[in-house]
Each structure stands twice: as C-alpha cells, then as structure tokens.
C-alpha cells in the first residue's frame, strides 16, 4: 500500500472495541471541521463534519465532539471493524480554505 | 467509489518538464479542487475551480496552473518540475463552491519526477 505520511501518530486497536482519534487545532476562527479517512491507495472520503456552534454530531458508528475551549476535535467510532482501518485526518476551515491535519493511522488489532 | 475521475493514474518524468494531470467531477457538481499530498507536507490545498472560474487558491507554486473547462473538467498544469514536485495529486469536487459543500475525492495521480 501507499504511504500518507512518515511518522504518522499510530492507534492500534482491538476488532470490536471503540476508537478515538484526537485532532488539535490552532485557530480560534475556524468554523467549520471534517473528519475523512483515507484507505491506502485511495483518496480522502468525507466521514462527518461539525459546525463550531455545535458540541456534538453523530453519525452512523462515529460521533464527532467538539471543545472550543481547549480547541480539541475528536472522533469516535464504535465497534472498531478491520475496513476502519486506514488514516484518519481532521481538517478546519480557515481563511476561506480547508486545511487538513497530519493524520492518525488506526491499526486494527484482530 | 467518489465519481471522481483522475488521469493519469501514474506519471513519470524528468526535472525540467511539464505534465498535465485531468479531473472529471461528478455529474452535476460545479466546484474542483486540487490538492496535492506528499509524506512530509501532508496533504494541501492548492486551488478551487467554480463553474469555470478560479474560487480560492491555496499553497500553489507559480509553476503550476489550472484550468476548468465549460464541460466543468480540469486539468492540473505542472512546469519546470523539480524533485520535490513528486507526491499524489488529488482531485475533488462537490456541488456547490461553498467550503461545507461535502467534497468528493478521486483517486489520485502519483507523480514521480526523476
């Protein structure tokens, strides 16, 4: 497969049990955040997104939250299945464009 | 799969020349973006495309263009490439131009500059 990154934050978790994947981001303006997940040799596919006047969004198998305070995304995903496995990357919007984290490859464990 | 068409799938070239990367949308969307993602910069936002007109431009380098067409393709223009130039290039569209419009991406041209 191909490799999105070097040094990608790594999160190795068991089939069947619940993910979180952190994201920090910098800007106090942004407004807007999505959550994508990029399967190797794919592109980017769109998982959920949230709006800066919302705490919470669920989706089917994965709830993003939102802290302004500490500026803090997160995604969950329940009952971890091996097809999650891929990166997952949060992106804000800023300045009229969209900027996309480092990632977080999640590793399935079986 | 996103709609999104991408060709070539693979491209290798040497220092120095010019490629052109295409990107059919989805029917009916109207925006194209293009974005290129390399291991250490990650993926980036280069430019936004609206119904033929240029909506947004990101980190894009002057050597490199694009363009979209009346039948809403686009195509990538890169010049004087240079090593570092190598990474994926990733097309995504969407309907509208708005940044909350859901953007659909295809899948990718690996760019190889020798």
């Known amino acids: 497969g191909e490799s999105v990154g070097l040094h990608l934050p790594t999160l190795s978790v068991q089939e069947g049990d619940n993910s979180i994947i952190n994201c920090a981001y910098s800007?106090?303006?942004?407004?807007?955040f999505i959550w994508y997940k990029q399967e190797s040799g794919k592109g980017p596919q769109f998982i959920i997104d949230?709006?800066?006047?919302?705490d919470k969004r669920q989706g089917q198998r994965v709830t993003v939250l939102l802290n302004k305070t500490v500026k803090h995304l997160s995604l969950q995903i329940a009952a971890t299945q091996p097809g999650d496995s891929a990166v997952y990357f949060c992106?804000?919007?800023?300045?009229?464009?969209?900027?996309f984290g480092k990632g977080t490859r999640l590793h399935i464990l079986p | 799969d996103s709609g999104v068409t991408q060709t070539p799938k693979h491209l290798i070239t040497a220092t120095g020349q010019r490629v052109t990367l295409r990107c059919s949308p989805r029917?009916?969307?109207?925006?194209v973006y293009w974005y290129q993602q390399s291991l250490d910069q990650g993926l980036q936002f280069l430019i936004q495309?609206?119904?033929?007109?240029?909506?947004a431009k990101g980190n894009i380098l002057e050597r490199f263009s694009a363009q979209q067409f009346p039948d809403l393709h686009s195509e990538l223009n890169l010049s004087s490439l240079e090593l570092g130039d190598s990474a994926l290039y990733f097309c995504?569209?969407?309907?509208?131009?708005?940044?909350?419009?859901?953007?659909?991406f295809g899948p990718g041209t690996r760019l190889t500059v020798l």
């Open positions: 995504a569209s969407s309907v509208g131009g708005g940044l909350s419009d859901t953007q659909y």
């Open positions: 800007n106090s303006a942004s407004d807007y």
């Open positions: 949230i709006r800066s006047n919302m």
């Open positions: 992106a804000e919007r800023r300045d009229d464009k969209i900027i």
């Open positions: 029917s009916g969307d109207l925006s």
């Open positions: 495309y609206y119904n033929g007109e240029e909506r």
